[in-house]
């Protein structure tokens, strides 16, 4: 056992600050998408329901449902229409409700 | 000159021939040896009858060097046919036969291997053996009512009926534990008997992880569900994908360009890596040793990041697709960041190998013997550590850079660990041989035909092995997925019950380093 201790004091302070610093390798992590409205089109809408393997996604009338509860940030709807998504950067998420991780976007776009 | 394809497989008389022992009895009993555009491509295959399935089987078992590595059903038109797949050093066997009657002969009486797919089999299209042990649940909830999605018919009776009743009598009671445990953990219910301290018996609840990948596979093509399939297990994503696009591959009649085949085991390797370095850490934690546990932690982050600057993810999914692969690795990066995120492990294990209070845990815990681990059909580091080289890494990029069967005596915990710290060098030195090798990215493009084929790769747990059959479009009729995990949860039990207690059950999950999801799909 002292040897563990004498190792874990070798190597210096374990408790940090967090994030002790910004972090280069973050940009790595897969996050869930954030939406463009305005590039949001109907028929984008649905492509992207449809390619949803989770079913994070559904459509209600003019509204893209986005459940990040069920997003599992595989980035398929980012590949799919590039335009109106973006990776939201955004990899800890937390809500007191499983409500409050239901979004609603407003689908905004002009159906060409 | 380099040739421009590695070979595809062996063209069935050559396959035949070299499980010529192996394919002659079946011969004998009225197997039919296939090689039209019937047969599973990859493998042998033999049609046998209903009616000699179960002499067919007999014969195998009892052939030095034979295991069975899989068993599963596809439903054609109106009759189910049974698939057993035969594992040799020289390749592979699949025996076919048309079931009549919703039943088929109790196969694991006679390879206590085949019960975890007997289970599955009758989940999934109703069909059970003829007599045995009752079933256990393996993919399906108990609320799964009859319109639950399902790979074939319903089964016959409710679920209830056939399966397994867990019941405690005498000095003995059941402790619950699961299916939620602690943080980071899958959910898995364990039914732990116990007499008070020692381990009586133990069962496995899995059913929490079901996705039905597998039933979501059908009518997708190939590309579409290569996505899918690396999903099965994702902790195996490059060799559940790599088993998967192979399978496509031999139906399909094509291979990958050799330095798509070189990217592919440079990213098998790395999963083995990072696969090692976490059940390295989770042992630490099973044991209580955090400063260990952090060193393995550290260890694992750092090789995490390399596989993120090499290929671009983490966990290296999206890499191999059916054809070739997606990208090269960054052959810089790898030159540059493998050997110091090694070194990082290597000395955590080193640390951890004089470690007396850490070792005393390990040793004598969990014991499997070979003997056990061929009648399981156990693969992998656990199948290893009881001194079985069994090894599905062979062909392809194999071929010019052999892989070093690591293997080790004794079947317990710290044998396992032994094997694991062996395999996590030779899988260093097999990177540094691919990359100078030359890797890079590209695919052979897929031909829309139909047929059937056979893949596997060697997963940091044990052979993954997929089973393909695509329609004249191109598409997904039936596609069988068997991580290394299915197979090995088979000895779980086996293991927890030698002579151990309560405190080693964490020990022995951890170094056999298995997943939920893999076994549930």
């Known amino acids: 056992m002292p040897f563990w201790f004498a190792r874990g004091l070798r190597r210096g302070v374990v408790t940090t600050r967090y994030p002790a610093r910004s972090d280069g390798s973050a940009a790595f992590l897969p996050t869930p998408p954030a939406f463009r409205p305005r590039q949001l089109t109907g028929q984008t809408a649905d492509r992207l329901v449809a390619v949803c393997p989770s079913m994070a996604l559904r459509r209600q009338d003019d509204v893209l449902i986005f459940d990040v509860g069920a997003c599992t940030a595989c980035g398929r709807c980012a590949e799919a229409a590039p335009d109106a998504i973006t990776p939201s950067g955004e990899f800890e998420l937390g809500a007191t409700a499983r409500s409050a991780l239901v979004k609603r976007i407003p689908i905004r776009g002009e159906t060409r | 000159m380099t040739p421009a394809h590695f070979p595809v497989p062996p063209s069935l008389p050559q396959a035949a021939a070299t499980l010529n022992g192996v394919v002659g009895p079946l011969a004998d009993l009225g197997g039919l040896v296939i090689s039209d555009s019937g047969a ?44 057993l797949v035969w594992a040799h050093d020289r390749g592979y066997l699949v025996t076919e036969t048309e079931t009549e009657g919703g039943q088929y002969p109790a196969l694991s009486e006679i390879v206590p291997a085949a019960f975890v797919e007997e289970c599955e089999i009758y989940e999934q299209f109703g069909i059970g053996p003829a007599a045995g042990e009752p079933l256990n649940r393996v993919m399906l909830p108990p609320h799964a009512g009859q319109d639950f999605p399902r790979l074939g018919h319903r089964p016959p009776q409710p679920l209830d009926g056939a399966h397994a009743r867990h019941t405690v009598e005498g000095q003995a009671f059941e402790f619950p534990f699961g299916p939620v445990r602690q943080v980071g953990v899958e959910s898995l219910y364990y039914g732990l008997v116990t007499s008070g301290e020692e381990v009586v018996d133990l069962y496995l609840f899995t059913w929490h992880k079901h ?56 990213a098998l390797e790395l999963e083995r890596l990072y696969n090692h370095a976490a059940a390295m850490a989770a ?79 390990l040793e004598a815990c969990g014991i499997l013997t070979a003997e056990q681990a061929h009648r399981l059909g156990l693969v992998g580091p656990v199948a290893r550590a009881t001194g079985l080289p069994m090894d599905a890494r062979r062909a392809g990029p194999y071929d010019e850079v052999p892989a070093t069967v690591v ?21 260093v030195r097999l990177i540094s041989a691919f990359v100078d090798a030359g890797t890079g990215d590209g695919r052979t493009p897929l031909p829309v035909t139909g047929g059937m084929g056979l893949g596997w790769a060697e997963s940091p747990r044990g052979e993954a092995l997929a089973w393909v059959a695509l329609d004249d479009d191109g598409r997904i009729t039936r596609a069988r997925i068997r991580p290394g995990s299915v197979r090995n949860w088979r000895g779980f039990d086996d293991a927890c019950r030698s002579q151990n207690v309560f405190t080693d059950i964490p020990i022995i999950e951890a170094s056999f380093w298995l997943t939920v999801a893999g076994m549930a799909r």
């Not at chain 2, 046998?48 to 596809?74: Q, S, Y």
């Not at chain 2, 902790?235 to 070189?262: N, T």
């Not at chain 2, 396992?416 to 899988?427: D, P, T």
Request: charged share 25%.
């Open chain 2, 40 to 83: 599973t491509r990859g493998a042998v295959t033999v049609r046998m009858l209903d009616e000699t399935l179960e002499a067919a089987t007999r014969a195998l078992a009892g052939t030095a060097g034979v295991r069975l590595a899989d068993m599963f059903a596809a439903d054609d038109g109106p009759v189910t046919t049974l698939r």
């Open chain 2, 211 to 266: 996705r039905g990948v597998e039933w979501r596979l059908r009518g997708k093509t190939p590309r579409e569900a290569a996505f899918f399939a690396e999903r099965v297990e994702g902790l195996s994503a490059v060799a559940v994908g790599w088993a998967f696009a192979a399978a496509v591959e031999a139906a399909l009649g094509i291979a990958p360009p050799p330095a798509a085949a070189r990217t592919r085991a440079v």
């Open chain 2, 283 to 361: 042992l630490c934690q099973a044991t209580g040793l955090s400063v260990g546990q952090a060193a393995a932690e550290i260890a694992l982050e750092r090789l995490l990041r390399v596989n993120a600057a090499a290929f671009g993810h983490r966990y290296l999914f999206g890499v191999v697709e059916p054809g070739g692969v997606s990208r090269a690795p960054d052959a810089d990066v790898l030159r540059r960041e493998l050997p110091g995120a090694y070194d990082e492990l290597r000395r955590a294990a080193g640390a951890l190998l004089s470690t007396n209070s850490f070792l005393d845990r």
């Open chain 2, 407 to 427: 293997t080790a005596d004794g079947g317990d915990v710290l044998a396992r660990f032994n094997v694991m710290i062996g395999e996590a060098a030779e899988s």
